[in-house]
C-alpha cells in the first residue's frame, strides 16, 4: 500500500505471481500455467484490463481516491484519504469482473472479519468495509502502510543479508503468532504481500488476509486451491491429509525468507504438477547463509508434523537456537525425507535443557561467505559394536556421521572434519577491524603463563584442584624444554613447580591457541573436571562445570582429529549451582590407540550466535577463530576451562602401545 513512484519500472516477481483460487482439482482442467487468477471454472488473464477507479473518485461519500497502488487477483489497492480528517487510507476495491461473484464478495467480508480482529504492529488495521453506490462495488477500507513492498525492495537494493532476514523473520513470525492465537490463518505468505513501513524491514506489515482461513469462519473457498504456487505449503495442494494450518504459514514464511535472500524466489514449480513434486523433499538452499538455513530446512519439511508447529515454536527456536534439532544444522535439501521413528524423532529434538545456558540472540556475524555455507557433513561409517560397562541406549542410535544426538546426550566421532579455510578466506568473511580482547592481568598464574613465549600450539596453565593441584599442566603436539618459563615463573612467584605434560594432536592446535588467547584476562574461568580422566570408547563420559555465575555456558569437545562437538544440551542445572554432564563417545574404527580429546567449557557474558550456527564436527580450525571474533565483538568478557579426556580403543591391554599414553609427571622442565 505505498505510494508508487510515476513510471517505476516492473519489479515484480519472475511470471505473473497473483494469489489464485481453483477448484480442489485443478487437474480436471489440464496444468495450469502461470499464475493467473482462477476462480472456479473462470480464469481471469493476468494481462486483461481493469476499470481502473480514477483519482478524486468518492468511496461511500467518505474516502476520495488519490492514486493506485496495486492490482491483485481480486481487487485493487488505492491510496486515498478520510475527507473528514485527512488521514491516509488504503482502499482494496474488488474487481469488476468479480463484482457479482458471491464466493469472492464473502472472501472480501471475510478478510474484513479477520482483520478486525487484529491487534499487531506487523499486521495491517482494518477501518471500514462498505458498497460504494456508484462503483456498485464493495470496497475495504485499511491503514495506509506508506513504505514499499518487499519485492520492490530487494530489486531495488539487493537480496537482504542474514541479519535483515532474522530480523524480518521475527518481525513477521510475531504478527502470525497473534493471528494464530486467534484461530486465523494467513496462507497466501509472499514478498509482495509485506510492506515496510518507512522502507525499513524492522517495521514490516503483513497485508492481504483475503484468503486467510479462520477457525471461526472457514476459509470461504469450499475446497478450492489458492494461493501462489512459488509459497504455498504441500498442504495447500492437499499432500499429506490437507490439513491448513499454522505450519502452513511456517512454510509459506521459509519460502519468503529465501526468497529475500537470494534475491528471487526457489523453483518451486509453475504448474500443479511441477509445484507438487518439488515440495515432496526440503528444496535445495544452496547459496543462503549458514545463519538462516538451518532453521528454513526445519520450517521447509514436507511433513508439517516435522516443521516448528506455529509461529511460537518458530520463535522459541530463535530466541535458542539450541531448539533446532541438530539434524537440520547440515544441510539435507539433496536427500529425500524418510519417515523418522518415534526413538529418531526424539535423539533428534533438542529440548530446554540448553535454553538454560545458552540464550543465543537472533543476530550473528556470519555470512553467506561464511566457511559453513554449504559445509557438507563427513560420510557415513559403521556404528563399531559397543561393549561398556556403562553402556547408554542412545549409544546405539543412528550411525550418522559426526552427528550430535545432543538430546539425548551423546555424540559420534566420525570420520574427519573439513579442512580449515585459508587465513585470506577467513579474513574476507570477517575483516579484522574489531576490537581487541581485554588485557592480560600478568600477576595472576594464568596471566603471566600466557604471556610467556613457547613453542605453537602449546598451553600452559596452572592445575588448581586434584591430585596436581599446584603443578603446570602442559599440552602439546610436540614433546619441547620448559626451563626458560620455570625460570621465569619462579622469579614471578617464587616456586618452581614441576610441569606434567600431555601430547595432543596438530588437528587440535586452534583449540590449544583459542584456550591460550582466552587466558588470564578479566573474566574468570569456569572450573570443568572429568569424572575420569580417560575411558574406552562407547562408554559414557561425566563431569561437572561450577563457577558459571550466570553466564552463558559453551560445553564442547574438540576430537584429535580437530571437529568441534556441542555438548552444551547434556548440561544439566544442579541444586548448588554447578552444572553436571553425561554424554557418550565412541572413536572411529580406524582410529587406533588412545586419542586425545579436549573437553572445554568457555563461560561467556553474551551468547554465542556462530555456535549455534556451526554443524557437528565442524572443523576447529575454521569454526574458533570466528567464535572468537564474535567474542571480540561483544566486549571480550569470556573465559575458558579444559581438561583432557584420552579415549582407548575396547581393546584387550596387552595390545594397546604403552607409548600413546600421555605422559604422566615429568621432573621440571622436562617434556
Known amino acids: 500500500m505505498s505510494d508508487p513512484e510515476k513510471d517505476r519500472p516492473d519489479t515484480s516477481p519472475p511470471g ?189 506489515v503483513l497485508i492481504d488476509f483475503g484468503i486467510a482461513r479462520s477457525t471461526e469462519l472457514g476459509d470461504g473457498l469450499a475446497g478450492r486451491f489458492a494461493g501462489k504456487f512459488k509459497y504455498i505449503a504441500p498442504e495447500q495442494m492437499g499432500h499429506g491429509r490437507g490439513e491448513v494450518g499454522p505450519a502452513a504459514d511456517v512454510y509459506g514464511l521459509a519460502l519468503m525468507i529465501a526468497a529475500a535472500v537470494r534475491g528471487e524466489p526457489l523453483d518451486m514449480g509453475t504448474n500443479i504438477v511441477d509445484a507438487s513434486e518439488a515440495r515432496r523433499s526440503i528444496p535445495d538452499l544452496t547459496g543462503i547463509s549458514h545463519r538462516v538455513y538451518p532453521l528454513l530446512q526445519h520450517m521447509l519439511e514436507p511433513d508439517p508434523e516435522m516443521r516448528p508447529h506455529d509461529m511460537e515454536a518458530l520463535l522459541n527456536i530463535l530466541d535458542d537456537p539450541s531448539h533446532l534439532p541438530a539434524r537440520y544444522r547440515m544441510p539435507l535439501w539433496h536427500a529425500r525425507p524418510a519417515p523418522a521413528s518415534p526413538t529418531t524423532q526424539a535423539e533428534d529434538d533438542v529440548t530446554g535443557s540448553l535454553g538454560r545456558l545458552s540464550r543465543t540472540s537472533a543476530r550473528s556475524d556470519l555470512d553467506s561467505s561464511s566457511p559453513f555455507a554449504g559445509l557438507e557433513p563427513p560420510p557415513p561409517v559403521a556404528m563399531p559394536v559397543q561393549k561398556t560397562r556403562k553402556l547408554r541406549p542412545w549409544l546405539l542410535a543412528g550411525a550418522a556421521a559426526a552427528v550430535l544426538t545432543a538430546g539425548a546426550g551423546a555424540f559420534l566421532l566420525r570420520g574427519d572434519p573439513p579442512a580449515p579455510e585459508t587465513p585470506a578466506q577467513i579474513a574476507e568473511a570477517e575483516p579484522d577491524d574489531l576490537p581487541p580482547l581485554p588485557a592480560r592481568d600478568i600477576q595472576t598464574r594464568d596471566g603471566f603463563l600466557a604471556e610467556q613465549a613457547v613453542a605453537p600450539c602449546t598451553f600452559v596453565s596452572r592445575i588448581p584442584t586434584g591430585a596436581d593441584a599446584g603443578k603446570l599442566g602442559a599440552l602439546s603436539d610436540q614433546p619441547q624444554s620448559f626451563d626458560e618459563l620455570l625460570r621465569a615463573y619462579s622469579g614471578q612467584f617464587g616456586t618452581s613447580p614441576a610441569v606434567v605434560f600431555a601430547r595432543t594432536t596438530q588437528a587440535q592446535c586452534a583449540a590449544l591457541d583459542f584456550a591460550r588467547a582466552l587466558s588470564g584476562r578479566v573474566a574468570a574461568p569456569p572450573a570443568l573436571s572429568l569424572d575420569m580422566a580417560s575411558t574406552i570408547s562407547g562408554e559414557s563420559v561425566s563431569g561437572r562445570i561450577r563457577e558459571l555465575r550466570g553466564r552463558s555456558l559453551w560445553l564442547f569437545v574438540v576430537s584429535s582429529r580437530g571437529g568441534v562437538y556441542d555438548l552444551s544440551s547434556t548440561a544439566v542445572a544442579q541444586a548448588d549451582g554447578s552444572f553436571a554432564f553425561d554424554f557418550g563417545i565412541s572413536l572411529a574404527a580406524d582410529e587406533a590407540g588412545p586419542q586425545p580429546q579436549l573437553v572445554m567449557a568457555l563461560a561467556s557474558d553474551a551468547p554465542l550466535a556462530s555456535v549455534a550456527a556451526a554443524p557437528a564436527g565442524s572443523n576447529a580450525g575454521t569454526l574458533l577463530p570466528l567464535v572468537m571474533d564474535e567474542i571480540r565483538r561483544n566486549g571480550g568478557n569470556a573465559a575458558l576451562d579444559l581438561a583432557l579426556l584420552t579415549v582407548r580403543p575396547d581393546l584387550p591391554p596387552e595390545a594397546e602401545p604403552d607409548e600413546a599414553e600421555p605422559d604422566g609427571d615429568a621432573a621440571p622442565g622436562s617434556p
Request: net charge negative.
Open 16 to 204: 505473473d505471481d497473483r494469489t489464485r483460487i481453483a477448484p480442489s482439482d485443478p487437474a480436471a482442467d489440464g496444468p495450469a500455467q502461470g499464475d493467473a487468477t482462477r476462480i472456479a471454472d473462470t480464469e481471469s488473464p493476468p494481462d486483461a484490463p481493469a476499470d481502473i477507479v480514477q483519482p478524486g473518485v468518492l468511496i461511500n461519500d467518505n474516502y476520495r481516491i488519490l492514486d493506485t497502488v496495486s492490482a491483485g487477483g481480486m481487487g485493487e489497492v488505492y491510496r486515498a484519504e478520510n475527507i473528514f480528517t485527512g488521514d491516509p487510507v488504503a482502499v482494496k476495491i474488488i474487481l469488476p469482473n468479480l463484482a457479482r461473484d458471491e464466493s469472492i464478495i464473502d472472501l472480501f467480508r471475510r478478510e474484513a472479519r479477520i482483520l478486525v480482529q487484529m491487534r499487531d504492529d506487523a499486521i495491517v488495521r482494518y477501518h471500514n468495509f462498505v458498497r460504494d453506490k456508484g462503483l456498485d462495488r464493495y470496497c475495504l477500507i485499511m491503514e495506509f502502510v506508506d513504505g514499499q513492498h518487499l519485492w520492490d525492495r530487494v530489486k531495488q537494493a539487493g537480496a537482504l543479508d542474514a541479519d535483515q532476514a532474522l530480523v524480518l523473520l521475527r518481525r513477521l513470525a510475531k504478527g502470525l503468532a497473534q493471528a494464530h492465537a486467534r484461530g486465523v490463518t494467513h496462507r497466501d505468505l509472499s514478498p509482495d504481500n509485506v510492506i515496510l513501513r518507512d522502507n525499513r524491514i524492522e517495521e514490516a
